[in-house]
């Protein structure tokens, strides 16, 4: 079971202003796509599409199985992608059970989310907080929350906006060896926006740049 | 001076002495308040929480006319309900004038607008990242919104109780459609109004501090849960 990405001739405007202007670019490996770009290039518009949390004004984003057929864009397909915003989307309750909101959902049994939970949040370094209120977190223990959230629920594509933004360079080196060893595993599409050369250098097989609205590969 | 003394120590003497007409009419109170409220936020707080998630067209509209709802009063609502229950009314075949039943539908009519409409404002603050992460988690369209009724919980309780302070103190609407009939319809805010008119003021008066009581914890309740909701939200 492998999903593909393909994005083709993709437009999107906000008022009069063009953001993403024929955007065409095939996601099909199992790698870390980290994609690059000033501010208000559109690289957290472009995710949120790829996603599928935003529709575009024109053109198609489709995820292809194996057998590449193109999959309806229904609750089966949302739940093997998702999406981490850079202020992370915190619920008003515990680390643990922000963590667990995925797996609950998907009706996991209580044994189940707890095992899964606590592996991630160690993972994370983040168990001894679990029964802290979220929202007291700092900005750096939010974005790894917001890592440990997503990577529970195993997606087959992960789309993480800005993930080291705010994050010390101790915990910058912790989420790139978390990346690395969910590459390793080679069940994730991960595709990455950010300012942070040093990491996207560090943790990206593939670095992509968003200029005036189209996708580059940095050779 | 003398006899205001004297009430007062009657009245005392009703509360700790636990008197039987007395315990009667704080229980029904509580029955038809709390059957109120309890429907009113039933039907309430997902009528909010959908006007809170959705837009269409005469959304607003009907925002404008919960919000005439919670400033309704009361004796209209009585008023009201009268002419539909009363026996030459269209309702009238139903028997309802003067029962508890009657009652309840009033009080339900003035918490309503006041549970609806709170929860609307209280859902439509969740802010719209915590939507799209529930959908990105993977969370169904129902999923979601029983997320976003969660994350506004303290806005919606603060709602209800609102609703529950409305309903204990009013007494326009449940002695029109109630009659203060002793024993079966009489209850704390209608006693007193009725009571203190015959001059009798130990009944009323004890009735009086157990209402205050009462609305004392409603605010204490309150204030708790918005000293959690800032705690909470930095
Ligand atoms: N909902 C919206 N309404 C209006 N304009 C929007 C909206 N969302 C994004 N934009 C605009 O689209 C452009 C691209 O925004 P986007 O957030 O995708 O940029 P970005 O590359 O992620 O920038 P940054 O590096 O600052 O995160 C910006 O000019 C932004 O102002
Ligand atoms: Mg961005």
Redesign the pocket.
């Known amino acids: 079971m492998s999903l593909k990405l393909v994005i083709s001739n993709l437009w999107k405007?906000?008022?009069d202003?063009t953001?993403l202007k024929d955007l065409s670019y095939v996601f099909d490996e199992k790698k870390v796509y980290v994609i690059m770009?000033?501010?208000?290039?559109?690289?957290?518009?472009?995710?949120?599409i790829c996603a599928l949390l935003e529709t575009p004004d024109k053109g198609e984003v489709h995820y292809y199985n194996s057998t590449n057929k193109i999959l309806s864009k229904d609750i089966n397909l949302l739940r093997k992608i998702t999406y981490v915003f850079?202020e992370v989307g915190i619920f008003n309750t515990s680390v643990f059970d922000n963590v667990a909101y995925g797996l609950k959902i998907r009706g996991f049994n209580k044994k189940e989310i707890n095992s899964k939970v606590e592996e991630v949040l160690d993972f994370v370094g983040l168990s001894h907080k679990k029964k802290q209120n979220a929202l007291t977190l700092s900005s750096g223990e939010a974005k790894r929350m917001g890592l440990a959230r997503a990577m529970v629920i195993k997606p087959e594509f992960l789309f993480l906006?800005?993930p080291t933004a705010f994050v010390d360079t101790e915990n910058t080196k912790l989420i790139e060896r978390l990346l690395i060893q969910i590459k390793e595993q080679k069940a994730t599409t991960i595709v990455i926006?950010t300012?942070d050369s040093p990491f996207a250098f560090t943790v990206g097989d593939e670095i992509l740049k968003?200029e005036n609205g189209k996708i580059f590969e940095v050779s | 001076m003398d006899f205001l003394i004297e009430a007062f120590k009657q009245a005392f003497l009703l509360i700790v002495n636990l008197d039987k007409e007395l315990l009667e009419i704080i229980l029904l109170s509580l029955k038809v308040s709390l059957s109120a409220l309890l429907l009113a936020s039933v039907l309430g707080v997902p009528f909010g929480a959908f006007l809170g998630m959705k837009n269409f067209p005469g959304r607003s509209f009907i925002i404008i006319f919960l919000n005439t709802g919670m400033g309704l009063p009361p004796v209209v609502v009585g008023l009201f309900l009268y002419m539909l229950f009363s026996r030459s009314g269209p309702l009238g075949f139903l028997n309802l004038l003067y029962t508890p039943t009657a009652m309840v539908i009033a009080q339900f009519i003035l918490a309503f607008p006041i549970v609806a409409s709170i929860s609307q404002a209280s859902v439509r603050k969740v802010s719209p990242i915590i939507k799209l992460t529930a959908k990105t988690l993977g969370a169904t369209p129902f999923q979601i919104a029983l997320t976003l009724i969660k994350e506004a919980r303290y806005g919606i309780f603060t709602g209800i109780l609102g609703g529950l302070g409305r309903v204990m103190a009013e007494v326009g609407a449940i002695l029109i459609v109630g009659g203060n009939i002793a024993g079966y319809t009489r209850v704390m805010t209608t006693t007193i109004a009725l009571e203190t008119d015959k001059g009798n003021f130990e009944l009323a008066l004890a009735l009086g501090i157990i209402l205050l009581s009462i609305s004392f914890l409603i605010n204490l309740l309150l204030y708790y849960i918005q000293k959690k909701e800032i705690r909470t939200n930095p």
Do not use: C, I, Q, R
């Open positions: 405007g906000y008022g202003k953001v770009g000033p501010n208000g290039s559109g690289k957290t518009t472009f995710l949120k850079p906006d800005e926006a300012h968003l």
